[in-house]
């Protein structure tokens, strides 16, 4: 009997983040799959990464360069571009989807469509309110608001109506698994995206050499970063913010004199980092968090806000500080707490092993197989 033949389906692939890390892994699983994406506009970082890999785009990539990632505010051209692509050929479709890349069809009734998800559509769902508050297109808030807004009803019915007609899903977190049940009547696995943990493993450092905090993610709204440079400059703890997005200049003008910016980090500038840390602040509610893993391989605890996927990986006293209350206060007294604590770096290592990217591969593997 031959080998089904697999497809992976991501949502877009432009810079190196979490869901890039999992599509790549994924990837590294079913090496001879092509991946499929709505558009592939990848920043110098992702293109080093992808540049051996087959990869195939949706109509949406013949738009005008300027407006590719302006398809973005119109996410009903993501489900008709996703809807369009003819996946006939194979017999296992994976979707790797946070947005639109499970609206993909199947077009036999022996294919199977296994959705690896990040969450249920944050911006339908779960985080509606927030992102009518800020979407974060800066000069464009205003008609992706209203945009939102009115199509909000048409939106959350063709990505219902999608996640029916998937086969399997897998979650990336216990947050997200109870998200796919309250939002979409499934039920999933869970397994947890991957780390290459050996990157961050050879950059720890000694406690006696480690100094100040890091805060690392794209500067948008809902990662909360304003928290962490708040919060350190209140206390005068140095921080280096690793990082770019729509928030930075204002994280730039509220930032006192002890807080560092990188805006252009490299895998290897962002594991010396973490290595040489006293602790990583992660203020985000996120659906996983990968980066929380990435400092604990380095030997570095987390200040973590308690809810979506830090649960699964920072214990209150193991592998860092949790805080409750998503505000700087807060955060603040999780900064003291941590000052006053001491976290054995082989300790955080070992908790990042449960998180490596062989047991993640392994696992894919296997639910591939015994759905085939």
Same mark, same amino acid.
């Given at each position: *009997? ?13 810079? *190196? ?10 990837? @590294? ?6 991946? /499929? ?42 489900? %008709? ?20 890349? +499970? ?20 911006? /339908? ?48 977190? #216990? ?32 406690? @006696? %050499?480690?100094?100040?905090?890091v805060a690392l993610g794209r500067q948008v709204p809902y ?16 921080? #280096? ?5 729509? @928030? ?5 003008? *509220? ?8 805006t252009r980090p490299t895998d290897a500038e962002v594991a010396? /980092? *973490? ?29 973590? /806000? ?11 006293? +193991?592998?860092?500080? #949790? ?15 941590? @000052?006053?604590?001491?976290? %054995? ?28």
């Open positions: *009997m031959s080998a089904p033949k697999i497809v992976i389906v991501t949502d877009w692939i432009t810079d *190196m983040g979490g869901q890039a890390r999992v599509d790549l892994a994924l990837h @590294e699983a079913f090496p001879t799959a092509p991946i /499929y994406a709505s558009v592939y506009e990848p920043d110098e970082f992702a293109k080093e990464h992808f540049k051996d890999i087959n990869i195939h785009t949706t109509w949406l990539q013949k738009l005008p360069k300027p407006l590719r990632k302006f398809h973005k505010l119109v996410p009903m051209l993501r489900v %008709k571009a996703f809807r369009d692509l003819d996946l006939s050929e194979f017999d296992i479709i994976i979707s790797s989807s946070s947005a639109e890349s +499970k609206q993909v069809r199947k077009t036999r009734d022996d294919q199977v469509h296994i959705s690896y998800c990040h969450t249920p559509i944050r911006y /339908y769902w779960s985080h509606k309110k927030q992102y009518l508050r800020d979407p974060g297109f800066g000069l464009l808030n205003w008609p992706a608001r209203i945009g939102l807004t009115l199509l909000l009803p048409s939106l959350r019915k063709a990505d219902y109506s999608a996640s029916q007609e998937v086969d399997l899903f897998i979650a990336n977190s #216990t947050a997200v698994q109870k998200r796919i049940k309250k939002y979409y009547d499934r039920n999933s696995t869970i397994v947890h995206p991957p780390i290459d943990a050996e990157r961050f493993t050879k950059a720890a450092q000694p406690l @006696e %050499k480690r100094a100040g905090y990662k909360k970063i304003d928290l962490a440079v708040e919060a350190c400059t209140v206390l005068g703890y140095p921080l #280096t913010v690793l990082g770019n997005g729509s @928030e930075h200049e204002r994280l730039v003008k *509220m930032a006192g004199p002890n807080i560092d910016f990188v010396k /980092y *973490m290595g040489k840390t006293k602790g990583f602040i992660f203020p985000a509610e996120e659906d996983f968090g990968i980066v929380q893993v990435e400092a604990l391989a380095a030997g570095t605890p987390v200040i973590a /806000y308690g809810k979506g996927g830090s649960q699964d990986i920072i214990d209150n006293g +193991k592998g860092g500080v #949790t805080f409750r209350t998503q505000n700087s206060v807060s955060l603040q007294k999780a900064l003291l707490e941590a @000052e006053n604590s001491t976290f %054995k770096p082989d300790d955080l290592q070992r908790i990042a092993k449960r998180f490596h990217k062989t047991l993640f591969i392994s696992k894919v593997k296997k639910i591939v197989r015994d759905n085939s």
